[in-house]
């Protein structure tokens, strides 16, 4: 008898212990109520934000040509607004670039008024036009434009280029690059250049 009262006593203590171990519990939740879920709405805010100066930035840094002791830009009256489509074709005095990518290393500008680029570069001698390394840019560059317009829903059928010359390009090697240009299925071209408020 006596073991079991102590029994039925212990159950009774372990119940009695544990409701108020509860009790306690229930008053340290209510004290400091714990964050069970997210809010996200200024998250969002501020994100949104965020975005729309990159996308601004974003459209103003593809103008935004750096010029250097390599590359100015000829100055021009026009008015209109610069191109955003296009695959950027850089020449400066130095290089060829197609977008960020070098890809001809120019011979000096006596060499370039006589036969632009230079025989190695060309397809069939001195006398070519089409520039084997910048074609082959051009090449790949033209793939990527061709999904980018058909996903757009503009016309796939050619792809436009802004080039980006440095004022003292020879002739003979501007039309190198535009000939490349054509062949390489780039049927608009735009010529980047300094807005200037009078003629010089």
């Known amino acids: 008898m006596t073991e079991e009262a102590t029994a039925q006593g212990g159950k009774r203590a372990s ?33 949104t934000i965020i975005l729309v100066f990159l996308l601004k930035t974003l459209g103003e840094s593809s103008t935004a040509i750096p010029q250097s002791e390599d590359l100015r830009i000829p100055r021009s009256i026009l008015d209109s607004e610069p191109t955003q489509e296009g695959v950027r074709v850089t020449i400066s005095k130095t290089q060829m670039l197609v977008g960020d990518e070098a890809v ?3 011979p000096t500008r006596q060499s370039m008024i006589q036969t632009g680029v230079g025989a190695k570069n060309k397809r069939g001698g001195p006398n070519d036009l089409y520039i084997v390394p910048l074609g082959n840019a051009l ?19 050619m792809s436009e280029a802004v080039i980006v010359a440095d004022q003292s390009t020879p002739w003979r090697l501007l039309i190198e690059v535009l000939f490349t240009l054509g062949q390489s299925e780039f049927g608009r071209f735009h010529l980047m250049v300094m807005q200037s408020k009078s003629a010089q």
């Not at 009695?16 to 004290?31: D, G, N, V």
């Not at 090449?139 to 796939?156: H, P, S, Y």
């Open 104 to 106: 001809v290393a120019l």
């Open 139 to 157: 090449g790949e560059a033209r793939k990527t434009d061709k999904v980018v317009r058909q996903a757009k829903g503009l016309d796939a059928s």
């Open 15 to 47: 119940k009695a212990k544990y409701k108020a171990e509860l009790r306690k519990a229930i008053r340290r939740s209510a004290a400091e109520p714990e964050i069970n879920f997210l809010n996200i709405t200024a998250m969002l805010d501020i994100m």
